[in-house]
């Protein structure tokens, strides 16, 4: 057999591009067939016009390392791979593109606006997909899916048509949630609430036929055009004779009535309150009991529309609201102004403050899917890892509203709604109608709103499967396995896909949803662009490679905790492939002139069977991570693993057959070394896939690829607890003994005489003996005597206690105590004199004065690390004199 040469130092941009067309060019992400039971995951759809951040990176690392996972345990697996046309914000891109040009969307038409958005979306498409490639996911490609192609289309259309002949799509005049910035209603869950330092003002409304006035309290001034009555509560003795009286609206030549309505607070300010069913969600309600006309004051893009007094129309609401005010100071009717915070809407998209609104709008009822979804979740159809998140879950559905899903926006899934322009029939279908069904007319008129973006994305999970129609994908691959997302669209996106696919296809669409936590700076700060903290996932994988990254993101995603990171962080997952790349060059180029074994002809000795032990239990705790979304503990098992129990004990030890002049030792233990290495390779690859494909491809025992070769699954008989409770003693005692030579201040190169007496009854006695070579090469000792009859003098020698054993450590032999002693308290001076200065300059009030707070905190640095030299010296200093 010849060495194999890895070239000396790891670049994963030597291989990792490659690797990743081999397996797409041979097919390798497409599900292969098999008797296991599927597992089936798809791809939160990234939005088309952004591009990859560190959320992503996590999410998507995630996904692949549980698809990887499945697909080398033997499963038929597959990743959907999608992006989602994202309405608002695709509509935002082109529109700014416009603006640049001089021009708004009307100006060149539905036709042409939708044009140039294909084309913005084709190119951004593009950078997502170069994107995911480029950090490794293994999704399958051929099912790749768009929220706006063809079979999608269609399935919106079915569930849309579905849903309005069983009466729950419908169509009113609603109040709704409405941002003049975008142009567009949005759905409850699409407002975000932040509170905002305004205005109160209190204004006088006098009666129309008598003397006298009464006064209340409005943030929006400029509304109060719309105001239809003022309310009070009925049983409120105060007021009691005041309802059913006219009001004089200041500013209008109109007059509003007095009302009684219970939802008014009476403790709150003068309890009082003015209507405006157009502009306020609990004065609509008020208006829908009390009978009352809703006057709206806005246009679509915010201005003041004709129902106001002709000097405010058009002025936007800021505008207005100035203006406004200071024509109720001149009609001497304002009477206080003070500053007020509170909640304000915004829109999630834009951040646009919110404006009730009252238009035309289309709705799907909730309620009854609701509660379908509540049920699923309550006979554990569904589970949330971690398990509080079913909370954000429950008290969405328990406290759900219609969902507003028209958009008014020209990208997107246009309504399917036609109206006759003869007769007015309303056609609700599923292909374009050509002619009316009433009148046989072929003027028809469609719907001009497009449908909330998130209605495509509910149907997600069987839609990219196929659906409506009965596909192979649908029969072999739903409902899916799993869901990996984040927190922030529960509402939005998970609670709705569970809702769609229970009132469509009667089950839910996946049984595990796994939350992630959100990737922060290393202060705990969202990442964002206004921070300028964020970290570009391509940067990190130009600078570490894919597989750093994964695994770093991997090793640190704790179940239920956000994930705290900078660029730096992603060093560690680059010393593991470092270190993966290095023991495998290693063990390759010593493979000359030895020859494989038939594995079943070797027998194995305790150290053997001990690092079968570990690769059994690692597997198993691997396993036990995956079922259970540990992605941390899977890290930290095959790390743990590779680095220490085979990189640091197990090639250390079988070094010595490695460099044997018998060839018979050599064939043994390369044929060993080359068997463990697959395995590891085959452990690791859903961590660290590409390092570990690069080097499982160059190795003499294998001839398959990694990403579809079998991943190691625990096996009983290679379970050999005895033989690893004899290597855990030893490890023990190797460890005690190196932490004197530490403590002491030996030099690692340094040999030194060591002795261990054993028990009578100590398990390891036999093994300790047997071994005692290669406990001395890895504590560097000149001699080790192992001592089981308690003859060994050990007068003056350092000793350690172990469990069953003692340790010895003869100190006096290795240094000269006098003269270490001596450097030391030498050491310790100069660090003395060092502290000194610092705390001149800690307890000097100038400069703490003057000095930059950098500067401080260096000084501040510097005392900490004297203080701990000192500390650390002086311990050693009292340890060797006691050997004096």
């Known amino acids: 057999m010849k060495a194999v040469e890895l070239p000396k130092a790891y670049d994963p941009k030597d291989f990792e591009d490659r690797i990743y067309e081999d397996w797409m060019k041979n097919g390798m992400f497409k599900p292969v067939k098999g008797e296991a039971s599927p597992f089936t995951v798809v791809m939160p759809p990234p939005n088309v016009t952004g591009i990859l951040h560190m959320g992503h990176a996590l999410n998507n690392s995630l996904q692949d390392i549980l698809t990887r996972y499945y697909r080398m345990n033997g499963r038929p697996t597959l990743w959907v791979p999608g992006t989602d046309h994202a309405g608002i914000a695709t509509q935002h891109v082109v529109e700014r593109q416009l603006a640049k040009e001089g021009l708004r969307r009307q100006d060149i038409g539905r036709e042409k606006f939708l044009e140039r958005t294909w084309e913005v979306k084709d190119k951004h498409h593009a950078t997502i997909k170069s994107q995911l490639e480029k950090i490794g996911c293994s999704c399958d490609w051929s099912h790749e899916r768009f929220t706006m192609d063809e079979g999608l289309s269609k399935a919106v259309r079915e569930s849309f048509v579905l849903l309005y002949e069983r009466d729950l799509i419908y169509k009113g005049e609603y109040l709704v949630n409405y941002c003049p910035k975008c142009g567009t209603a949005l759905a409850d869950d699409e407002v975000e609430h932040h509170e905002l330092v305004g205005n109160l003002w209190d204004i006088r409304y006098p009666f129309s036929d008598e003397d006298g006035y009464i006064t209340v309290a409005t943030t929006r001034p400029e509304t109060m055009f719309g105001d239809v009555a003022v309310a009070v509560h009925p049983d409120d003795e105060r007021y009691t004779s005041l309802v059913g009286k006219l009001l004089s609206l200041p500013l209008t030549d109109r007059k509003i009535p007095v009302i009684a309505d219970s939802f008014v607070d009476m403790s709150f300010g003068t309890g009082m309150v003015k209507i405006t ?62 500053v007020h915070t509170h909640e304000v809407g915004h829109c999630y998209r834009c951040h646009s403050v919110i404006e009730p609104y009252l238009s035309n709008q289309w709705f799907v009822r909730m309620e009854g899917m609701a509660k379908k979804a509540l049920e699923a979740w309550k006979n554990d159809e569904v589970k949330f890892f971690p398990k509080h998140w079913e909370n954000t879950y429950v008290h969405w559905l328990e406290n759900i509203h219609d969902w507003c899903i028209s958009r008014q926006l020209w990208w997107g899934h246009r309504i399917p709604v036609w109206v006759c322009q003869e007769c007015g029939e309303v056609i609700v279908a599923k292909e374009d109608p050509t002619h009316c069904p009433k009148c046989n007319s072929e003027h028809l008129e469609q719907e001009t709103d497009v449908l909330d973006t998130w209605f495509s994305s509910w149907l997600w999970p069987f839609s990219t499967l196929g659906w409506p129609e009965k596909s192979q994908d649908m029969k072999d691959y739903f409902p899916t396995s799993t869901l990996v997302t984040g927190y922030d669209i529960i509402f939005f996106w998970v609670s709705r896909m569970i809702m769609a696919s229970l009132e469509f296809l009667g089950e839910v669409p996946f049984k595990d949803i796994y939350i992630t936590g959100l990737v922060r700076d290393k202060q705990g700060r969202k990442m964002s662009k206004s921070l300028g903290n964020g970290l570009d996932p391509l940067e990190v994988v130009d600078r570490y490679g894919a597989d750093a990254m994964k695994f770093t993101l991997s ?117 060993l070394l080359l068997d463990l290495l697959a395995s590891s390779m085959r452990l690791m690859h859903p961590f660290v896939s590409f390092i570990t494909e690069e080097i499982y491809q160059k190795l003499p025992n294998v001839s398959d690829s990694l990403i579809l070769s079998a991943y190691p699954v625990y096996q009983e008989d290679r379970a050999f607890a005895e033989d690893a409770q004899l290597v855990s003693r030893l490890q023990e005692a190797v460890t005690l003994l190196r932490s004197v030579r530490s403590e002491l201040g030996i030099p690692v190169d340094k040999k030194i005489r060591f002795a261990i007496k054993v028990d009578k009854d100590f398990i390891a006695s036999d093994f300790f003996v047997a071994e005692k070579d290669l406990i001395a090469s890895f504590v560097g000792a000149s001699d080790l005597i192992i001592d089981t009859d308690d003859s060994l003098d050990v007068t003056g020698a350092f000793p350690v206690a172990g469990t069953g054993y003692e340790g010895f450590v003869f100190v006096r032999e290795a240094i000269d105590l006098e003269k270490e002693i001596a450097r030391l308290e030498k050491d310790m001076q100069k660090n003395e004199s060092s502290l000194e200065g610092v705390l001149k300059k800690l307890f000097n009030e100038k400069f703490l004065a003057n000095a930059k707070e950098e500067a401080i905190e260096k000084e501040q640095g510097k005392k900490a690390e004297f203080d701990e030299k000192l500390e650390k010296g002086s311990k050693h200093i009292a340890l060797l004199k006691s050997f004096l």
């Open 277 to 338: 069913p157009a502009h306020d969600p609990n004065d609509w309600q008020c208006g829908k009991r009390q009978g009352l006309e809703a006057i709206n004051v806005l246009n679509g893009d915010g201005t003041l529309n004709e129902n106001c007094p002709e000097k405010y129309r058009n002025l936007s609401a800021t505008d207005a609201r100035k203006l406004v005010v200071e024509d109720l100071k001149a009609l001497g009717v304002l009477v206080n102004e003070k």
């Open 555 to 671: 090793y640190m995603a704790t179940q239920g905790q956000d994930i705290l990171i900078d660029m730096e962080s992603f060093k560690m997952g680059s010393r593991f492939a470092n270190k993966i790349w290095n023991a495998a060059r290693f063990l390759l180029m010593n493979l000359e002139g030895a020859t494989l074994l038939d594995m079943a002809s070797i027998e194995l000795s305790t150290m053997d069977k001990w690092i079968y032990n570990q690769l059994n239990l690692a597997a198993l705790k691997v396993k036990t991570a995956m079922e259970n979304y540990k992605f941390n503990d899977g890290a930290q098992a095959v790390y743990d693993f590779f680095w220490n129990d085979f990189c640091d004990w197990y090639v250390e030890s079988a070094k010595r057959g490695l460099y044997a002049e018998e060839q018979e030792k050599k064939d043994r233990v390369v044929t």
